[in-house]
């Protein structure tokens, strides 16, 4: 069954949400796939930090490491997420999905503990790496290996993923999965 919360209690739980529902966590957790999921059961809008980046560069992802560098990138996505976290108190409530590194900085972090509701997603090295295989857009994973890649960079981030306040795992099994325990993890935090 793709979810045990009734229809009703979740668009109840939707009502109490008053500050974007913030996904982080490493590269192939399916942050995006989760998030848009669970959009539509919140009936909120979703937004993707990453495409908003390349939006207001007017450049892909890779194109921004490979002409300005990570440190640029990352300011440039520390603003993006600031102006998705703000706005008016009706249009608050929405669901973001992070790049990995975004909460790994400090600032970028401390705005997302302070204005959302942050769930570090959080899967196997396994579990990431069947994913990331899916897709040829992250400019990390072509330094090397993928796998010592996703390693270090999950060892190394851990205690940064680790001060979201909600920790949800999620494994092989379907996505919808993932959805529902996240729901539940925000009903019993909130
Ligand atoms: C990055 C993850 C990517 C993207 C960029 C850097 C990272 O987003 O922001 O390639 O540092 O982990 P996804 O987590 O959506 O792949």
Known sequence: MEHQLSPAE???LALRIDRPVVLVGMMGVGKTSVGKRLSALLHMPFVDADEEIERA???AIPEIFERFGEAYFRDGERRVIARLLDGPAESRPKVIATGGGAFVNEQTRA??????IAVWLDSDIEVLLERVGRKDNR???????PREILTRLKAERESAYAQAPIHVKSGQGPHGRTVVAILEAIDQWL
């Open 111 to 116: 705005l997302v503990l302070d204005q959302g």
């Open 57 to 59: 560069a007017q450049m």
């Open 139 to 145: 400019p990390l994973l072509k330094q090397g290996d």
């Open 10 to 12: 979740i668009e109840a």
